[in-house]
């Protein structure tokens, strides 16, 4: 089964907690804080293995989860780091975040990787939160939590050569006559449910061996959802060159030829700027023997190269091959990925280390910022000198005099991030 869009979650794993340990040593009175660190989450990337060619291996596992980073202990022993998950993904696959639908990363060259998912920071043992006048804290901070998000993958394929034209014009014969691939041929439409790969032979001292794709067959409405072609319409945006397939024997092979031509504009303008070859397929029968004539005069009136053909003969095959070898790059260029090249989008977070008050609709207040929502998630509201910190972190970043100002009262519930507190007349309580 060929798979070439799946949702998968991931977990980024936990950082590990920082430890609120004493010494406890002979002959050492009233030993100083000597908690250790949490160790980091893992993290979760996502790498392009070019062996493979669909999203097959996340047909039936779409959750993962990295290592959470280990608890800190005593004598300043820092807890372990997570292990890193890599996930392998085919070449010109594009990540996407499936709740915002915001381009994260496409993927395309060898070895190419994106970190979509970063693990959590480990929290600091309490020997950090020693002074001069606080000789013994209690407090250590929690380890951050994981980035944890639902992914949407989308895969292009990347091939040198891309076929297209209307159902049972013949793309699957020729993929076969251009090539060792063996697709599902007969003699009715929607043969081809799912794109074939081939790789092309461009005759005797070319050393290219370009990649030929064949596009399941395309249907008027196709770049609006009609049929099968608004799935794979994707499939050709990253190819080098089209050949453009045209059932010589239809009723009208000039409407035929229309159809795809506004497909491919309706999906993507730029497809039809692409090096374009006409194939006029179908040559051994009559019909397209009568029609060749003006076909070839009305193609070559638009300035584009077209080659009569019969893929289930032979006949035409190798002056073919020809005219793609002149559209295709050089082997050095070749060899590298088609445009799009890849990229990895590192966008930087607008909300910075300010925050934003708001009403949720049962009335609870919510404080959103990336700053406070970590120190939240790192503090350990049972330990009074924690909760007390985080009091006055509200304090020193606005927050507490942002909420006065938006008529906050005793009893009110104030969420941030997946801490929810309870506003009291001097305190803060935690109501977990």
């Known amino acids: 089964m060929f798979l070439d869009r799946v949702k998968i979650w991931i977990h980024a794993g936990d950082g590990g907690d920082g430890a609120a340990t004493f010494r406890k040593e002979a002959h050492v009175p009233r030993g100083g804080p000597d908690g250790g660190d949490g160790g980091r989450g893992g993290s979760i990337l996502l790498r392009v293995d070019p062996g493979q060619t669909t999203l097959r291996d996340f047909q039936y596992r779409h959750h993962f989860k990295a290592t ?23 070449p010109g696959t594009a990540v996407y975040d499936d709740g915002t639908g915001e381009l994260l990363a496409d993927l395309v060259a060898t070895g190419q990787e994106a970190l979509v998912a970063r693990g959590g920071r480990g929290g600091l043992g309490n020997t950090h939160f020693k002074t001069a006048t606080h000789q013994a804290p209690k407090h250590a ?27 049972n014009a013949g793309k699957s ?3 076969a006559g251009l090539t060792a691939a063996q697709p599902k041929i ?28 064949d596009v399941p067959g395309l249907i008027e ?37 229309d159809v795809i031509r506004d497909e491919l504009r309706a999906h993507d303008p730029a497809l039809l700027d692409k090096p374009m070859l006409v194939a006029f397929n179908k040559l051994d029968l009559p019909a397209a023997r009568a029609a060749w004539s003006g076909f070839r005069a009305a193609r070559e009136a638009e300035g584009l190269d077209v080659v009569a053909i019969a893929a289930s003969t032979g006949e035409g095959l190798d002056a073919l091959r020809e005219r793609v070898a002149i559209l295709l790059p050089s082997s050095e260029d070749l060899a590298e990925p088609p445009e799009p090249a890849g990229v990895v989008v590192h966008r930087i977070d607008a909300m910075g280390d300010g925050f934003l008050v708001e009403r949720d609709e049962d009335g609870a207040f919510r404080v959103r910022g990336k700053r406070i929502e970590r120190i939240a998630a790192q503090t350990n509201f049972d330990v009074e000198e924690s909760a007390e910190r985080f009091q006055r972190d509200l304090a020193r970043l606005g927050i507490e005099a942002e909420l006065r100002r938006s008529g906050i009262a005793a009893g009110d ?6 801490a929810e507190l309870e506003w009291g007349f001097d305190p803060w309580e935690a109501s977990r």
Do not use: C
């Not at 959470?68 to 085919?90: N, Q």
């Not at 929690?142 to 297209?164: F, M, N, Q, S, T």
């Not at 519930?413 to 997946?418: A, K, S, T, W």
């Open 221 to 257: 409405g196709a770049s609006t959802g009609a049929g099968l072609g608004h799935a794979f319409l994707r499939h050709v945006e990253r190819t080098r060159v089209l050949v453009h397939v045209v059932d010589g024997s239809a009723r009208d092979p000039e409407w035929s030829y």
């Open 68 to 90: 959470p980073g280990g608890r800190g202990t005593r004598a300043r022993r820092h807890g372990k780091a997570g292990d890193d998950l890599i996930l392998d993904v085919p």
């Open 186 to 213: 007969a003699d009715y439409p929607f043969t081809t449910l799912e794109p074939n790969l081939g790789v092309m032979d461009l005759g005797e001292g070319d050393e290219r061996r370009p990649t030929i794709a």
């Open 173 to 175: 014969t020729l993929l």
């Open 141 to 167: 901070q929690k380890g951050e939590p994981g980035v944890e998000r639902w992914l949407r993958l989308e895969l292009r394929l990347i091939a040198d050569i891309g076929l297209v034209g209307l159902p």
């Open 413 to 418: 519930l104030v969420r941030i991030g997946g």
